[in-house]
């Protein structure tokens, strides 16, 4: 499985925008699809996450009702819409895929910058 993210770029706090993650290979593999955030000094954090298939949508608090994940099925890509961004959602964001179990993700996108100026 590859992932290729797009998307990211600065924008300012209260602006919304849509990262891509564009899957291929062996995607029938995939059982959930992510997407992290790493901020410099922090550790990686998931944001959202959901089952290949559908369904299955998880985000975490300091997230929930910004953030939103869906899949386009026909491209094989999932969409990250982030809307009222903060300064402190400046990370750099990564899409990752597990075949077996949402604690481990097999697959990795290269990172994309989101950088929220206040």
């Known amino acids: 499985v590859q992932l290729q993210a797009s998307g990211g770029g600065l924008v300012q706090a209260g602006d919304s925008l849509r990262l891509s993650c564009a899957a291929s290979?062996?995607?029938?593999?995939?059982?959930?699809i992510g997407w992290f955030r790493q901020a410099p000094g922090k550790q990686r954090e998931l944001v959202a996450r959901m089952a290949w298939t559908g369904g299955g949508t998880f985000y975490p608090k300091f997230v929930e009702g910004r953030f939103s994940i869906s899949k386009d099925n026909a491209k094989n890509t999932v969409y990250l819409q982030m809307n009222s961004l903060k300064p402190e959602d400046t990370a750099t964001y990564y899409c990752?895929?597990?075949?077996?179990?949402?604690?481990?993700?097999?697959?990795w996108g290269q990172g994309t910058l989101v950088t929220v100026s206040s």
């Open positions: 290979g062996r995607t029938s593999s995939i059982y959930y």
């Open positions: 990752a895929a597990t075949i077996r179990s949402i604690l481990k993700y097999d697959y």
